[in-house]
């Protein structure tokens, strides 16, 4: 069955840095596109960056551009998300998840996330 | 940019039907998922590409979405809602202009 797991998230200072991972199992990782979206305490979802099947195509949104990047390891299944200069407001959890089909589809599997407190 | 809005709040008797709506500028033209969101857990996708649904979801899940240029409303709706689909709901979709993933701020349906 499919399955994503987080890991990486702990609390961390304002203005350091963290690495997620999200290690992905149970069907062929490098022929789909991925995504981290974050959850902030008590707010709504929110996207942070997606990656295309072969890592070629990235997008992030604009609050993390240039702080965040996002890259993946087809040959270990495995997505990843650097996340420099934090700041407050990236405390969150963040989650990843599969999309279907192309960059349109929908996310059809998510993890359980992993939370990221930026707190001095 | 683009901008998907959600009413914050729906309330439904159980048994009765309710609908949460998406509206954006010809959200029409845009492809529409919908996810929900129980307390303490992960979102689930319940429809997605408008009006399929993923393996495993009920039927009580549909969603509708008007063509392009016929209006700015996409509309998930559940059926003979139960006490279980108390839940938040959000509504996704993708800038083409941008590539930037959007979603709404959400709908929390209350089961009275």
């Known amino acids: 069955q499919v399955q994503l797991v987080e890991s990486g998230g702990t609390l961390v200072k304002p203005g350091g840095s963290l690495r997620l991972s999200c290690a992905a199992s149970?069907?062929?990782?490098?022929?789909?596109?991925m995504v981290w979206i974050r959850q902030a305490p008590g707010k709504g979802l929110e996207w942070v960056s997606h990656?295309?099947?072969?890592?070629?195509?990235?997008y992030y949104a604009d609050p993390v551009k240039g702080r965040f990047t996002v890259s993946r390891d087809n040959t270990k299944n495995s997505l990843f998300l650097q996340m420099n200069s934090l700041r407050a407001e990236d405390t969150a959890m963040y989650y990843c998840?599969?999309?279907?089909?192309?960059?349109?589809?929908?996310?059809?599997?998510w993890g359980q996330g992993t939370l990221v407190t930026v707190s001095s | 940019s683009y901008v998907v809005t959600q009413s914050p709040s729906v309330s439904v008797a159980p048994g009765q039907t309710a609908s949460i709506t998406c509206v954006g500028n010809n959200i029409g033209g845009k492809t529409v998922h919908w996810y929900q969101q129980k307390a303490g857990q992960a979102p689930v996708l319940v429809v997605y590409d408008d009006s399929d649904r993923p393996s495993g979801i009920p039927d009580r899940f549909s969603g509708s979405n008007p063509g392009p240029n016929s209006g700015s409303t996409a509309t998930l709706t559940i059926t003979r809602v139960e006490a279980g689909d108390e839940a938040d709901y959000y509504c996704q979709v993708r800038d083409s202009n941008t590539e930037h993933i959007l979603f709404g701020g959400g709908t929390k349906l209350t089961v009275l």
């Open positions: 990656i295309s099947s072969s890592g070629n195509t990235i």
């Open positions: 149970g069907f062929t990782f490098s022929a789909n596109y």
């Open positions: 998840a599969r999309i279907l089909g192309g960059g349109n589809g929908g996310a059809d599997y």
